[in-house]
C-alpha cells in the first residue's frame, strides 16, 4: 500500500482505502504468515527470520553504559566563538563522570 499524490493509500490492486480498517484489512489479506521452520548453520541464515526470539543469558555489557566519544555544545557557543573558538569546560572519561 502507498500514498497516491493527494495522500490518499491504495492497495495494491489500486483500490482506494477509505480507512485506517480497510487499509489494515488490505495488508492483512495480503500478507500470509510464514508457518514451516528450519534449523540451518548460523553462516547460511543470513536473509532469513527468526521463528523464536533470542534472548541473551547475561546483560551485555553487565552494567549500565554510555561510553562514547564526542563534544556537547549549547545551540548559541558556535555562533558566539565563531573569531575566539570554543573553550574546553569538562572532560568525562569511562567511568569517571564530569
Keep these: 500500500m502507498h500514498p497516491d499524490r493527494s495522500g490518499r493509500v491504495r492497495a495494491a ?22 508457518r514451516d521452520t528450519e534449523s540451518v548453520p548460523l553462516a547460511k541464515a543470513l536473509g532469513r527470520v527468526l521463528a523464536t526470539d533470542v534472548v541473551s543469558a547475561v546483560d551485555v555489557p553487565a552494567h549500565d553504559n554510555a561510553a562514547m ?5 549549547r545551540s548559541a557557543d558556535p555562533a558566539a566563538s565563531r573569531s575566539s573558538g570554543l573553550r574546553v569546560v569538562g572532560r568525562s572519561l569511562a567511568g569517571r563522570p564530569f
Design 13 to 34: 490492486d489500486g483500490s482506494l482505502a477509505s480507512s485506517l480498517e480497510d487499509a489494515r484489512a488490505s495488508i492483512h489479506a495480503a500478507v500470509e504468515p510464514l
Design 69 to 73: 566519544d564526542g563534544y556537547a555544545l
